[in-house]
């Protein structure tokens, strides 16, 4: 089926909600409080279209399309409404977009551009609101840069369940709020951030840090756990400064994580501006450990399934036995994202056949005289007496080792990894040169 | 002028109590609904072309046949919000003839299949709702209504916490169902109220009222009064400078100017009449010239370019300012604004504040575009027809006495 849509066709199915053929399309159509995965509220009235037929002008998130649909966006009159439409969400918004952290980023900016251009209208006075409220897990409220859509608000009554915020106060006098001696307090509370179109919900995290037209992104996968919740992530280099990662953002991926994050997951970006410098051993060191008869290896199961390959061929070229063990934490998983299993890829670790057996680790680790860690958190910080340890490592080491080498993280080495459901997906390096060595490369001069 | 259908009871003393009310005819009524089937009662209901007493006039027999067609568990509100400055019927029912109210409930119950009814009364009104409550325990320890009754249905009494928007009927169902009293979107073909998603009518308290005469004389017995398309009577409120404010039962159709000067007692101190605000603070105002063939039905108000809305009218003498006037009621859409919708929420509280600048006689020519640009924002671009009657209000005032605006521009 055809609809019209400013007189162009776009194919959409009969009862499609209007939003989101527009969307799909790639067609402008402002709005606040509809977002794909909370659905409509339909109080913002942003995302008004005329059509034909209709004397009054229609919601487009709550429009459904059928035959014969004519949709207007660009008559006068339409860009009439939406203009006082925006000159009314914008009345009592304090403009003070100079020190705000969406600046760049926010809706409100955009739309100005597109339909509002307008002078200020306002000769009576503003209503005062409260800006710098701390609602807890991280994010801060200002009142002000508001404009109601309750699309935080829906985010903790619909998806989370947890009900920690709320609209207090009436007419233009409501305000988000959290209850008196409560506070926003969910593994997933942070996403509220990324779904706020405007300045309101800023996270302290991010605060202050960056402006975001300076920042680069990278499509990737989140580490933090099996199921592979897609990310951006947000880094640059400055001139005075060596590059740093500053945040990750969900990436919208239906299958996995809609457009939403853990807190742990979107945190984990830190780990990879852990600058760790150590003296890095030399290749022909390992060669010359190599020489001995009782070696093993372990592997972690975040490693991509082409950092695994690399390292079955050394083992198998080498002989030295290898397993690799999975993150596992009871208390980490929940019935909706996080999973128990934290490794990104122990699926992959399983389709490679990678022995898995944690006695028959137990029985070859007390036996082996070589140990090569490939990056596994387990042994990073474990003593092993009288063995000869190497670690291949992206981050810190604390016991004794007798070789290092430190390796590109997942930031810096593009790779692939099946997640818990057993979805491959494709993660990409940043743009940035990285100070350390793929380990495939490193594998492979050892030849 | 007088018309005594509702109101029958009303000047009888102690009425609230059950005995009182059952020496006056009270739940007579009954025998002739469980005479009938169900569905015979809505075609009653019907043919009497009785219409919701609660503002918008809307057919209450189709409403009943939606949801006693609709599948689920089936639940009948009580719509006693009643906060609308200018009107203060419903109050009358509640506090002297609550037994009318309840007999009402029953037959409608009975019509769609409901065994639950709750009336949600007004915050503010405490008072009338603990006589409400004394006659449902009565009618339970006489058995019209809970287990011992003949056809089973259980009242329960919730109280608002006084915002006006709890009388929309979406926000009194969010409001019952514990959320906050938010509208919801408007359905895109027709479908009954939902309650917890379940199938669910609300019906204003005089509509409900009316039903037990219906039932009991006949469609036609109802249609005798009023006209054609305005059937039947309906509770007028009159306030303002009348000489006698108050609440009057009358057939439609009748003369306004007739029933201001003769049931109204006409305006103060001899003075002359001004401007009408017809039906509650939400329709337009009507300037005197335009009321002298005004007739107080549906139809006829809504040719003249306001509505009859609650039937409360608000008499403005030749005295009043109609800037202060237009003030103090933005002043009270500012205030009870839901404040979901941004044209609403933004525009009621700038609308309220630039009738400051006019109060004050400081108001410049900008000012006088705003109110009506903004006015302009607020209809038809919101969730509920709470905006867009801000908005008739505004215009209503600009359009019969910009005068006097203008006289408050420097
Ligand atoms: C802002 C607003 C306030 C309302 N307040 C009331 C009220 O206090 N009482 C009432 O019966 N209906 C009120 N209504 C109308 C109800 O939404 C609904 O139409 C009515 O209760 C249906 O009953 P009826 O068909 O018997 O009139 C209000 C409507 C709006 C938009
Ligand atoms: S804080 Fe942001 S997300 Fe929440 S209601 Fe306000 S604008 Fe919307
Ligand atoms: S659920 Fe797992 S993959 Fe998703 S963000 Fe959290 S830690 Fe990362
Ligand atoms: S029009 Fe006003 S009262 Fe009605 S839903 Fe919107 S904001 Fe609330
Ligand atoms: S996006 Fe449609 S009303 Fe907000």
Redesign the pocket.
């Known amino acids: 089926m055809k609809i019209l849509i400013d007189n162009a066709e776009v194919e959409c199915k009969e009862g499609d909600l209007l939003i989101e053929v527009m969307l799909k399309n790639a067609l402008e159509i402002p709005h606040f409080c509809y977002q794909e995965d909370l659905g409509a509220d339909g109080n913002c009235r942003m995302c008004m279209v005329e059509i034909k037929g209709q004397k009054r002008p229609q919601i487009a998130c709550n429009t459904f399309v059928k035959e014969n649909l004519e949709v207007s966006t660009i008559s006068e009159n339409i860009k009439e409404v939406k203009r006082s439409i925006l000159e009314l969400e914008l009345l009592n918004h304090p403009v003070d977009c100079a020190i705000c952290d969406q600046a760049g980023e926010c809706k409100l900016q955009d739309y100005y551009m597109d339909f509002g251009l307008y002078d200020s209208h306002l000769s009576t006075p503003k209503t005062k609101k409260g800006k710098h409220i701390d609602l807890g897990s991280n994010v801060m409220l200002d009142q002000e840069r508001c404009v109601l859509c309750t699309r935080c608000v829906r985010f903790t009554s619909n998806i989370t369940k947890t009900n920690e915020l709320g609209i207090i106060g009436r007419g233009d006098n409501s305000r988000v709020a959290v209850a008196p001696g409560h506070e926003l307090n969910n593994p997933y509370a942070m996403n509220v951030v990324e779904l706020c179109p405007v300045g309101a919900l800023t996270s302290k995290d991010f605060r202050f840090k960056q402006r975001v037209w300076f920042l680069d992104s990278t499509k990737s996968i989140c580490h933090g756990c099996s199921r592979g919740c897609n990310i951006y992530i947000d880094y640059n280099e400055t001139k005075y400064s060596a590059e740093k990662v500053h945040r990750f953002r969900a990436r919208r991926n239906n299958k996995i994580n809609k457009s939403f994050l853990c807190d742990y997951g979107r945190l984990s970006y830190k780990e990879l501006n852990e600058n760790f410098n150590a003296d890095v051993s030399h290749v022909k060191d390992l060669k010359e450990l190599l020489k001995d008869e009782k070696k093993l290896a372990l592997v972690s199961p975040s490693m991509s399934l082409q950092q695994l390959q690399a390292v079955k061929s050394f083992c198998k070229d080498n002989s030295v036995e290898l397993f690799s063990l999975p993150y596992i934490d009871e208390n980490f998983g929940d019935e909706w994202l996080k999973t128990n299993d934290m490794s990104a890829n122990f699926n992959g670790v399983k389709e490679l056949g990678i022995n898995y057996d944690e006695d028959e680790f137990g029985v070859s680790l007390q036996e082996a005289h070589v140990v090569i860690n490939f990056d596994h958190k387990y042994l990073k910080n474990r003593e092993l007496k009288s063995k000869k340890v190497v670690h291949f490592t992206t981050s810190h080491v604390d016991s004794d080792y007798e070789l290092i080498f430190v390796i590109a993280d997942f930031a810096h080495d593009s790779g692939t990894i099946i997640n818990c459901d057993g979805i491959r997906q494709d993660f990409y390096a940043t743009k940035y040169e990285s100070q350390n060595s793929r380990l495939v490369d490193i594998l492979e001069e050892l030849k | 002028m007088i018309t005594k259908i509702v109101s029958k009871n009303f000047e009888i003393p102690d009425s609230h109590l059950i005995d009182v009310a059952l020496a006056n005819g009270r739940y007579s009524s009954l025998k002739s609904v469980f005479e009938k089937e169900p569905q015979e009662l809505i075609d009653i209901i019907k043919q009497s072309g009785l ?8 057919a ?1 027999g189709n ?1 009943w046949q939606i949801v006693s067609d609709w599948d689920g568990v089936k639940y009948v509100v009580v ?6 400055p200018g ?1 203060f019927k ?1 109050r009358r029912i509640l506090s002297l003839d609550p037994h009318l109210l309840i007999e009402g409930i029953i037959a409608t119950c009975y019509a769609v299949s409901s065994n639950i009814s709750y009336i949600y009364v ?1 915050g503010e009104y405490e008072e009338f709702s603990d006589v409400l409550q004394g006659a449902i325990d009565e009618a339970y320890e006489k058995n019209f209504l809970g287990v011992g009754a003949k056809y089973r249905v259980d009242i329960t009494i919730h109280r608002g916490a006084g915002a ?9 169902l969010e409001s019952l169902e514990g959320n906050r009293g938010h ?1 919801r979107l408007k359905p895109h073909s027709p479908e009954p109220e939902f309650y917890f998603n379940e199938p669910t009518l ?7 009222a009316s039903v037990p005469f219906i039932i009991e004389n006949g469609a036609d017995a109802y249609r005798a009064y009023g006209t054609e398309k305005s059937p039947g009577t309906l509770l007028f409120g009159i306030s303002g400078n009348v000489n006698k404010p108050g609440v009057y039962e009358a057939e439609f159709g009748i003369s306004m100017l007739e029933f201001i000067e003769k049931v109204g007692g006409g305006v103060k101190k001899g003075k002359k009449l001004k401007a009408v605000i017809p039906g509650g603070a ?1 329709t337009p105002i009507l300037p005197y010239e335009m009321l002298k063939d005004a007739r107080l039905d549906y139809e006829n108000l809504s040719a003249l370019g306001s509505a009859l809305g ?1 039937g409360g009218m608000i008499v403005l003498g030749e005295d009043a300012s109609m800037v202060k006037a237009l003030k103090n009621l933005l002043r009270f859409y500012h205030h ?1 604004s839901c404040g979901q919708c941004t044209p609403c929420r933004e525009g009621t509280s700038w609308s309220d504040k630039i009738l400051d600048r006019f109060v004050a006689k400081k108001a410049t020519t900008e000012d006088l575009e705003i109110l009506k640009s903004v006015s302009n924002s607020m209809n038809g671009k919101t969730i ?3 905006a867009p ?1 801000a908005s008739g209000v505004i215009d209503g005032f600009l359009k019969h006495f910009e005068a006097e605006f203008l006289e408050c521009i420097v």
């Open positions: 219409r919701g007493k609660g503002g918008g006039g809307a209450t409403k719509n006693a919000d009643e906060s609308e009107t419903d007004r006006y928007i709890c009388g929309e009927k979406s926000a009194l509208p609300v019906n204003n308290v005089e509509t409900i939400s609650t009870e509920c027809v709470f009657a």
